[in-house]
Each structure stands twice: as structure tokens, then as C-alpha cells.
């Protein structure tokens, strides 16, 4: 599988409406985004791809979103979609242990840190400092990216005690989303030989 995890500083950790992703509802248009590049392809889905979103907004931090590309579904490559895909899961009583809310999506109590021990694989650290990504293979790679701020001092810390590589995809600073679709454009080239 190929894991990805974007942290939502500001991202709300209670049901939001569908109508203001960006404000009220702490950038969550950007976590939509996320979902989307990482897990769409025309006509398809890549069942091989989870994401994991962090939320870590009000009232009730942290809590952990995942989306499983092999099993999701009423997913549709718009923001609202996955927005409601995530409201429902908003809707549930977080647990310490996953909790499906529907299909292929499931949400837990719990903060970078779990997760990363939850997985338990080598973090693959998105910065613009980092090393050039092409012509790099990844075997089950866990990819980590921020949102528009970025990873904080202490979340760095928590990347930093794992076992990481930090990796760019260009000079320029992207939106997290354009950085997966990148990722999975350069991973799609070497597993088809181009
Ligand atoms: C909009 S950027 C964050 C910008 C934020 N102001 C900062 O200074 O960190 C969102 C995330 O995309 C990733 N990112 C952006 N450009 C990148 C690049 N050229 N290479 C690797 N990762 C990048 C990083 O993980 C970053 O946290």
C-alpha cells in the first residue's frame, strides 16, 4: 500500500457545513483536495493508496480520518464528496480504535504521533529542502505532507524520532495536493517502465 498522511492545523473536529470548506470549516477544502489527487484516477480509483487525514481543529482534537482506496465508496472526484465523506465520520463517536463510518472510511481518536507508531514504516517526509524525488523507488512508502502551514516545530520532532527521509518534488513550494499528484505520477513511471 501506499500511505499518505496531511496534517490540517486548523481543520474542525466536529460536523461542518458543506458550504464554507475554506473558513468555518478550518481549510478542510484543502484535506478534500488531498483526498482526491491521492486516491483518483480517471474512471477509477488507485486501490492501492490510503490517506490519512489529521485533524487537529476545534472543539475536540486531535482525530485521525483514514480513506482505504480498495474499499471506498460514494466518493466522486469533487471536494464536497469527500467533504461529506468526512462530515459523516464527524458524525460518529470517536474511539481510540478505528471506527468505520462508511465504506472504506474510518475514524479514530489520535494524533500524528499514533498514527506514525500505528503504521510502523519508514515516513517519507514531503519538504521543499529535501531530496530530488525522481528516479527514487519507494516499496510501501508512508508519505508525509503538511497543509498551508506546513508541519510545526513539534510535529517535526515527532517525524525526526522514526526513521524518515525528507524529499522534494521541485524547487518551488506546492500545494499538498499537487504534491501528490506528482508523487504518484513518479511512482506510476517506474512501475510502468517509462
Ligand atoms: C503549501 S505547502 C506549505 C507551505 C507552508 N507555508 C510552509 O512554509 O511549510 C504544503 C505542504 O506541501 C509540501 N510541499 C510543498 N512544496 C513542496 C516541494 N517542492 N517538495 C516537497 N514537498 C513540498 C510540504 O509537505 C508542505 O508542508
Not at 529542502?129 to 510535529?155: I, Q, T
Amino acid at each position: 500500500m501506499k500511505d499518505f498522511i496531511i496534517i490540517g492545523h486548523k481543520a474542525v473536529t466536529a460536523p461542518f457545513s458543506l458550504n464554507d470548506l475554506p473558513g468555518a470549516a478550518g481549510r478542510m477544502d484543502i484535506l478534500c483536495r488531498c483526498v482526491n489527487a491521492a486516491l483518483f484516477l480517471s474512471h477509477d480509483l488507485r486501490r492501492d493508496v490510503r490517506v490519512y487525514l489529521v485533524l487537529k481543529g476545534e472543539p475536540a482534537p486531535p482525530k485521525l480520518i483514514s480513506f482505504n482506496g480498495a474499499e471506498v465508496r460514494y466518493l466522486s472526484p469533487d471536494e464536497r464528496s469527500a467533504a461529506s465523506l468526512i462530515k459523516k465520520a464527524l458524525e460518529k463517536n470517536a474511539q481510540d480504535f478505528w471506527t468505520e463510518s462508511m465504506p472504506g472510511v474510518s475514524i479514530r481518536k489520535g494524533e500524528l504521533g499514533d498514527l506514525l507508531a500505528e503504521l510502523g514504516k519508514k515516513i517519507i517526509y514531503l519538504r521543499e529542502d529535501g531530496k530530488e524525488v525522481r528516479g527514487m523507488r519507494f516499496d510501501e512508502p508512508l508519505f508525509v505532507l503538511g497543509d498551508h502551514m506546513g508541519l510545526s516545530d513539534e510535529e517535526e520532532k515527532i517525524i525526526e524520532g522514526r526513521e524518515h527521509e525528507n524529499v522534494s518534488v521541485g524547487p518551488l513550494s506546492l500545494h499538498a495536493d499537487h504534491c501528490i499528484v506528482i508523487l504518484n505520477n513518479e511512482m506510476d513511471r517506474i512501475e510502468k517502465h517509462i
